[in-house]
């Protein structure tokens, strides 16, 4: 699969760290991040990469060469004028005769690329998008998709959205077929044979937000490390994260740590069955507690019981809805969750309502550890190192199941577990 990378911008937000040369060319820890993205690229076998250069190109071009200092082959389209961050797209068509990936120049990566290329082919659409949760969701544009995956809205950072959303941002790598650039080019009629060019395209508004709830774009959810370094405050948090290893541990291809976290009454003020959405309240300090976790580098994955589906209480949307507003409030306080698992069923019936295809005995409702183990087969959870941390015995014994350490809220006497006050508390003291 070729692989373009777009480096053709002036990196006008960054040019406080460096003013003379081309943002693909400012060094993380010694070395230009346009570099650390090809050697990434390398040891995955794309080997066949597509430059688009435009501000300073010959300083990109006499650094890479034709890539052979690197194990790869490098070929360069130089915009004589801006194009926009997609216009040498159309320029390059004949030279993109299948799916290709794309990516920005900015972007500090390390990723698991055979997954996100597995599931583009599982998906068949024109693009996939990778895509993850961030610290700072309110102020990124957001991905809405349904529960397959297909992209059905895309909310840029200026544009209104809902009240309440899924903390999906999209990561700047996509998997895209040519027929898109075809597909524009009819509809907007922007390119005509003979036609004046260059033409001037913004990716993300004029190619890819359009094909939002068309069926043919979806979103590929990870939580590998994929950070823009476009501003001197990110910059340095991508450095940082570099030397302390945090951006090669993400990746899926290694054991991944997770803290495994309850819902009722350990991220939000427990209230019963919780069929209410405005009764979603969390508890005190939990957004702090979970921003560390991300720090240090754990997955923080939900594992939580809803049993109110299958007795016909909660439908699906209000429940996904309620979670909406979790993945919010967390955002807002600069905490995410990497995955939410949840077990709908509910093993007796006469209740009135009930669905019946989830009245069953299932693997996933807690005690059993089916959602643990499901959240670490996906991501590559190493469990003996991993926690769970719940209020009640079922989320004990499904963490032991699992083999994880375990962690109680509340009181009582679990043996050789932990017994703490709230999450908080433990992060404050155990991590």
């Known amino acids: 699969m070729k692989t373009v990378i777009m480096a053709g911008g002036r990196g006008t937000r960054i040019r406080s760290i460096a003013k003379d040369i081309p943002k693909p060319m400012i060094k993380i820890n010694g070395i230009p991040v346009l570099e650390h993205e090809i050697r990434s690229l390398k040891k995955q076998g794309f080997n066949e990469i597509i430059i688009t250069v435009s501000y300073m ?9 034709n890539g052979s200092s690197l194990g790869v082959d490098i070929t360069y389209f130089e915009e004589e004028q801006p194009l926009g961050n997609a216009g040498a797209l159309f320029l390059l068509r ?14 500090m990566f390390d990723v698991d690329f055979s997954r996100f290329v597995d599931y583009h082919k599982k998906k068949r659409g024109l693009v996939t998008l990778f895509t993850h949760p961030n610290s700072h969701p309110f102020d990124s544009a957001l991905i809405a998709a349904d529960q397959e995956g297909r992209v059905e809205d895309w909310f840029t950072k200026e544009e209104k959205r809902p009240y309440y959303y899924k903390n999906r941002v999209n990561a700047g790598l996509h998997i895209m077929s040519p ?3 075809d597909m524009w080019t ?3 009629g922007n390119i005509k044979q003979n036609a004046a060019l260059p033409l001037k395209v913004d990716l993300d508004r004029q190619i890819l937000k359009p094909l939002a709830g068309t069926g043919k774009m979806f979103c590929y959810d990870s939580p590998e490390y994929v950070k823009d370094m476009g501003t001197p405050e990110r910059f340095f948090m991508v450095e940082k994260d570099f030397i302390s290893g945090v951006v090669n541990r993400k990746n899926l ?3 991944q740590k997770a803290v495994f ?8 003020i427990y209230k019963g069955f919780l069929t209410d959405i405005e009764s979603f309240e969390l508890v005190d300090g939990i957004g702090d507690a979970i921003c560390r976790l991300n720090e240090e580098g754990y997955l923080v994955i939900v594992v939580t ?4 589906v299958a007795r016909g209480e909660l439908s699906f949307e209000k429940l996904h809805e309620i979670h909406r507003k979790m993945e919010t409030m967390l955002g807002l306080k600069g905490a995410y969750l990497d995955g939410i698992y949840v077990c709908p069923h509910h093993p007796d019936k006469g209740y009135i309502g009930e669905i019946s295809e989830l009245k069953i005995d299932c693997e996933c409702r807690k005690p059993k550890p089916g959602l643990l183990l499901r959240a670490a087969n996906d991501f590559n959870v190493e469990l003996e190192e991993s926690w769970m941390i719940g209020d009640s015995e079922n989320d004990i014994e499904a963490g032991r199941a699992a083999g994880c350490k375990t962690v109680f809220i509340g009181s009582g006497d679990f ?17």
């Open 261 to 268: 976290l309850d819902r009722d009454g350990t991220i939000n």
């Open 415 to 431: 043996g050789q577990d932990l017994t703490v006050g709230s999450v908080k508390e433990f992060v404050e003291n155990w991590i």
């Open 253 to 255: 291809l290694n054991k």
């Open 94 to 107: 004949k030279q993109l005769d299948s799916d290709f990936l794309l990516i920005n120049s900015d972007v």
């Open 305 to 308: 019981n809803q049993p109110v």
């Open 179 to 181: 027929m898109v650039l």
């Open 186 to 188: 009819e509809s907007e």
């Open 57 to 65: 190109a010959s300083v990109i071009k006499e650094y890479f060469g």
